[in-house]
């Protein structure tokens, strides 16, 4: 059910949970201090408790008093990245920040979305907490229709259209005074070292403990079982400026040359799998390792991880 602004506004006030756009993926948004809809996302997402969530702040300034110990390159970072698809792991002041929220952990994740209507909600409403807004392990909601099939007809949707990045944020991980990603996303690794003056790498912790926890989990999968080799299955996912001969349906995620685009879509086209009760799918990997390209190929591998 689409919602108007002021709708939206009022229900986050009440304390209820509404979908909410950002540039990244859909959100479902819930105020800070909220604990019932807080505790209602984790049901809906059917979310484990110790993956926590993100705090969305509508400004860096803000940030003083929900995190301690600032690293000196935070202001840079901040500057050049927020508003925007950056997420940033930073000490919590546990004071300020409630329990379910972080998981019990001594951090909190942080981000400043650059969505109009996000970060006119976050000015007028204050911090929200927001996972993505889809059920957990299914791939994320990037289109109010999405919501709908995960969550219903009736759900409330300040509807944004669809996202502009497609893939969710790049979360960092400070650690001995470096920064290292612990989930790529929208923003690239060299983006990132443009202003770091290093490249941070890209680091999962253990894999019984990963430094975030939702690496524990699958992720973005679509029902469809996919092989990453795109001459196994009569049904592709690959490339609109490609022929696949054997094929006889082929999923576009977009062009072999244009990995924004292609991110854009990557979710849709997984969920498309499932519309149409997709059984089995080859994936076209046959691009690049770098830049966004590298955060696609991640995704893909963990779709294809059953
Ligand atoms: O683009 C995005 O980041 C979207 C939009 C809605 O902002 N949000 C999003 O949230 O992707 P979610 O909950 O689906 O993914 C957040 C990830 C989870 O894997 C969680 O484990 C990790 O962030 N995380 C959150 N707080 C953390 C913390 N204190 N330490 C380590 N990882 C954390
Ligand atoms: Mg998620």
Known sequence: MRISFSEAKEKLLSGNVVAVPTETVYGLAACLHATPAIQQIFTLKGRPAN????????????????????PSSLEALSHAFWPGPLTLILSANLEKIPFPVRAGLPTV???????????????????????????????????????????????????????????ESTILFHENNHWKIVRQGALTKESLGSVLGYVPEISNGNSSKPLCPGQLYRHYAPKAKLY???????????????????????????????????????????????????????????????????????????????
Request: net charge negative; with cysteine; proline share 8%.
């Open 228 to 306: 990453l080799d795109s001459t196994q299955c009569t049904t592709v996912v690959g490339f609109s400026d490609r022929t696949y001969p054997n094929a006889k349906r082929v999923f576009i995620l977009g062009h072999s040359s244009d990995p924004e685009q292609v991110a854009t879509h990557l979710y849709a086209v997984l969920r498309q799998l499932d519309l149409e009760a997709i059984e089995e799918a080859s994936v076209d990997m046959n691009f690049p390792q770098s830049g966004l390209w590298s955060t696609i190929s991640e995704r893909l591998h963990k779709a294809a991880k059953s």
């Open 51 to 70: 993956n926590p969530l993100i705090i969305h702040l509508p400004d860096f300034s803000s940030i003083n008093t929900y995190a301690t110990s600032l």
């Open 109 to 167: 994740a942080f981000r400043v979305p650059s969505h109009p209507l996000a970060l006119k909600l976050l000015k007028e409403v204050g911090p929200l907490v927001m996972p993505s807004a889809n059920k957990s392990g299914s791939p994320s909601a990037t289109h109010p229709d999405h919501i709908q099939t995960d969550f219903g007809i009736d759900f409330p949707i300040l509807d944004g259209g669809a996202c502009s990045h497609g893939v």
